[in-house]
C-alpha cells in the first residue's frame, strides 16, 4: 500500500469509477426524463384519435361511411388506425397492404353508450333538432340574454341552447322574459324523441318493484333537461330506467361498439426501452470497460513516472556507497529537475573528493621537503660526515620555521573552512598598518615605498597585516632586483582601497583564475625556497572576506600585477 505505483493506481480507479457513476446518472436522468416526455406525448396523440373515434361513432348509424373521416385522423396523428367488431372481422384500416398484422390487444374500445358507464353527449340520436327549430332557440336565447343579462348560454351537441347559471334557482331569472318559457318549450323533434323512449321507459319501469308506477312517494315532477326528462325526486332506480331507455333507443342510432387498433404507420411499434436487466448489464459492461482502460492507463502513467524516481533511489544508494559516478536521466519536468539537482550534487561531491585527495597530497608533497632535508642532514651528522656547527644548526632552524609557517598556514586555512576563524575587530587607522608591512618587508635590491592617505576603519590589525603582508611578499618575490614595489591606500567611496603594484613577472592571462586556489603555483618546479606554498594568496581571500571585503588582481606579464583589497569603510 505504501508504493507509489499502487497509490496512483488505486487512486485513478477510483476517480474513473467516481466520473462514470455520475456520468451513467446523469444520463439515465436525461433519458427517463426524454423517454417520459415521449410517451407523454404519445398517449396524448393516442387519446386525441380516441376522441375522434368516438365522436363518429356517436352520429353515425354504422362503420360503413367512416373511411374517409378515420384516413383523416390517421394522416393527421401519423398513425395506423385499424377497427374490428366484436368477432375480430375488420371494419376498417389504414395500413398499406403489406402492413404487419395487428397487434392481439387493442388499444381500445369504440362504444359510445358506454365511456366509463357514461352515453358520450355527441350520441344525440332522434333528439338532434332540426336546422329551423335550432334557429328559433338561438333567437330565443338572443332575447333572453337581453332581457337577462345574468344568465349564460350553452349548445349542446343536438342544436338546443341551454341556460346555465351558477346561481340557484335559475328558473326565476327569466320571470319577466317570456323568450325564457318559449326557450324552455320542447319542440317538434324533441316531441317526438319522447314518444319514441316513452315504450323503453315503461319496460325498464316493469322490471321494477311496483310494476311500471312511479312511486308514489315522488311528485314526479319531470323536468326537460336538454335530451331527456330527469326524473327529480324518484327513486335511483328510476333515473336508472331512464338512462337504461336511452341507451337502448340509442342503440340503432350510433355505430357499433369497434375495437381499435393504434400502431405506428409502418406497422413495427417502438420497442419500450428496457432498463431493468439487459440495460443494466450493458451499463455495467461499458463501465467495466472504461474502468479496464482508466486502469491500464494510469497503470502506464504510474510506471512511467516511478521508473526516474527509482533510478535516483538507486543512483542515491549508489553515491551513500562511495561511487561518485553515478548519474540520472530524468527527462523532462519536475523529476528531471529533481534528477538534474542530483547529478549537480554529485558533481559537486566528486570535486569536493578530488580537491581533497588533491589536499592531502599536496600537503604531504610540501612536507616531505624539508623533512628529507632535516632527515639529510641530521643523518649525515650522525655518521660523521658533517660537522654540528652554526652554520648547520642554521639550516636546520630555516627548515623548521618553514615547516612550522606552512602548518600555521594549513591551520589558519582549515579554521577558515570549518568557519571558526576568529577575528578580533577594533578601529584601527590604515595607513599604520601599510607602515608597518612595509618597513618589515624592505631590503636593498627592490624600491619598496608606500603612498597613503589617513583611512579609519575598524578591523582585526593582525589579520590584516597577514593578509596584506602575503601580497608585499608575493610581488617582493617576484620582482627583480632593480625593480619597484608601491603600497598605496586610499579611500574610493565607501570603500578602503589597499593596492600592491609591482614591477615583476607578472601573471599569464589563463593563470589569472588560479592564483587565489590552494597550493596553485605559476610555475610548478620553482622550489618551496624560491617560492611560497602556494597557500598565501588563497589565505589572504578568506582574511579579506571575513572583513566583508574582497580582493582582485590585474596582471600583465612580463609588466607587473596590482594586487587590490577592498575593505568596507562605513
Ligand atoms: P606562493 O607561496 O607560491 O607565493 P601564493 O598563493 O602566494 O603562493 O601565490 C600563488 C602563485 O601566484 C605564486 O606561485 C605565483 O606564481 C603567483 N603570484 C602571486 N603573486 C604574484 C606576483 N606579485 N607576481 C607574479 N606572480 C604572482
Redesign the pocket.
Known amino acids: 500500500m505504501k508504493s507509489l505505483l499502487v497509490r496512483f493506481f488505486l487512486f485513478s480507479l477510483v476517480i474513473a469509477a467516481c466520473s462514470i457513476a455520475v456520468t451513467a446518472w446523469l444520463a439515465s436522468q436525461a433519458t427517463t426524463g426524454a423517454i417520459r416526455q415521449e410517451q407523454g406525448e404519445a398517449l396524448e396523440t393516442d387519446a386525441q384519435i380516441y376522441d375522434e373515434m368516438v365522436k363518429y361513432a356517436a352520429t353515425h348509424k354504422d362503420w360503413s361511411a367512416a373511411k374517409s373521416t378515420v384516413e383523416g385522423v390517421a394522416k393527421t396523428y401519423n398513425r395506423r388506425i385499424a377497427l374490428t367488431d366484436g368477432n375480430g372481422r375488420k371494419l376498417l384500416d389504414t395500413g398499406t397492404e403489406n402492413a404487419p398484422p395487428l397487434p392481439v390487444t387493442p388499444k381500445a374500445l369504440i362504444d359510445p353508450l358506454n365511456l366509463n358507464g357514461k352515453v358520450d353527449p355527441h350520441a344525440v340520436g332522434p333528439f338532434k333538432l332540426s336546422d329551423d327549430e335550432t334557429r328559433k332557440l338561438r333567437s330565443y336565447a338572443d332575447q333572453l340574454l337581453e332581457c337577462n343579462g345574468r344568465v349564460e348560454i350553452v349548445e349542446y351537441p343536438n342544436g338546443r341552447p341551454r341556460v346555465t347559471s351558477l346561481e340557484p334557482g335559475h328558473f326565476s331569472l327569466w320571470e319577466d322574459c317570456p323568450a325564457g318559457d318559449y326557450l324552455y318549450t320542447m319542440t317538434a323533434t324533441e316531441q317526438k324523441a319522447y314518444e319514441e323512449l316513452q315504450p323503453y321507459f315503461l319496460d325498464c319501469l316493469k322490471t321494477l318493484p311496483g310494476n311500471g308506477q312511479i312511486p308514489a312517494k315522488a311528485p314526479g315532477r319531470v323536468t326537460l333537461d336538454w335530451d331527456y326528462l330527469v326524473i327529480a325526486g324518484t327513486s335511483t332506480d328510476v333515473v336508472q330506467c331512464m338512462d337504461t331507455a336511452r341507451r337502448e333507443m340509442l342503440k340503432s342510432y350510433v355505430a357499433p361498439p369497434a375495437q381499435m387498433f393504434l400502431t405506428s404507420p409502418t406497422g413495427d411499434e417502438p420497442q419500450p426501452i428496457d432498463l431493468s436487466t439487459t440495460g443494466t448489464t450493458r451499463i455495467m459492461l461499458v463501465a467495466l470497460g472504461i474502468l479496464a482502460i482508466a486502469g491500464f492507463a494510469s497503470w502506464v502513467t504510474a510506471t512511467q513516472l516511478v521508473r526516474p524516481i527509482r533510478a535516483l533511489t538507486a543512483a542515491t544508494k549508489r553515491t551513500a556507497e562511495g561511487d561518485r559516478t553515478a548519474r540520472v536521466d530524468g527527462g523532462a519536468g519536475e523529476i528531471g529537475e529533481l534528477a538534474k539537482s542530483f547529478n549537480a550534487m554529485s558533481e559537486k561531491l566528486a570535486e569536493t573528493e578530488r580537491q581533497r585527495q588533491a589536499m592531502v597530497s599536496d600537503v604531504a608533497h610540501e612536507l616531505r621537503t624539508p623533512l628529507g632535508n632535516i632527515t639529510g642532514w641530521l643523518e649525515a651528522t650522525q655518521d660523521g660526515l658533517a660537522e654540528p656547527d652554526p652554520h648547520l644548526i642554521d639550516m636546520l632552524l630555516e627548515e623548521s620555521l618553514l615547516l612550522q609557517r606552512l602548518v600555521d598556514d594549513l591551520h589558519d586555512l582549515a579554521q577558515a573552512d570549518a568557519g571558526t576563524l576568529r577575528l578580533h575587530p577594533e578601529p584601527i587607522a590604515l595607513d599604520d598598518v601599510v607602515d608597518q608591512v612595509v618597513n618589515a618587508q624592505q631590503n636593498r635590491e627592490i624600491l619598496l615605498r608606500a603612498e597613503t592617505t589617513p583611512v579609519h576603519i575598524s578591523a582585526d590589525p593582525v589579520r590584516l597585516r597577514q593578509a596584506l603582508g602575503?601580497?608585499v611578499?608575493?610581488?617582493v618575490?617576484?620582482?627583480p632586483p632593480g625593480g619597484e614595489v608601491v603600497v598605496k591606500l586610499f579611500q574610493w567611496q565607501d570603500q578602503a582601497i589597499l593596492e600592491?603594484t609591482?614591477t615583476?613577472?607578472?601573471?599569464a592571462p589563463d593563470?589569472v583564475p588560479?592564483?587565489?586556489?590552494?597550493f596553485?603555483?605559476?610555475?610548478k618546479s620553482?622550489s618551496?625556497r624560491t617560492?611560497?606554498?602556494?597557500?598565501?594568496?588563497?589565505?589572504?581571500r578568506h582574511l579579506v572576506e571575513a572583513h566583508g571585503g574582497s580582493v582582485s588582481?590585474t596582471?600583465t606579464l612580463g609588466e607587473?600585477?596590482t594586487?587590490r583589497i577592498s575593505l568596507p569603510s562605513a
Not at 504 to 507: D, F, K, M, Y
Not at 514 to 518: A, G, K, L, N, Q
Not at 520 to 523: F, G
Open positions: 602575503n601580497l611578499a608575493n610581488a618575490r617576484y620582482t600592491v609591482d615583476g613577472t607578472g601573471i593563470d588560479h592564483v587565489f586556489d590552494r596553485w603555483r605559476a610555475d620553482r618551496r617560492g611560497g606554498s602556494g597557500l598565501g594568496l588563497a589565505i589572504t588582481v596582471s607587473g600585477s594586487f
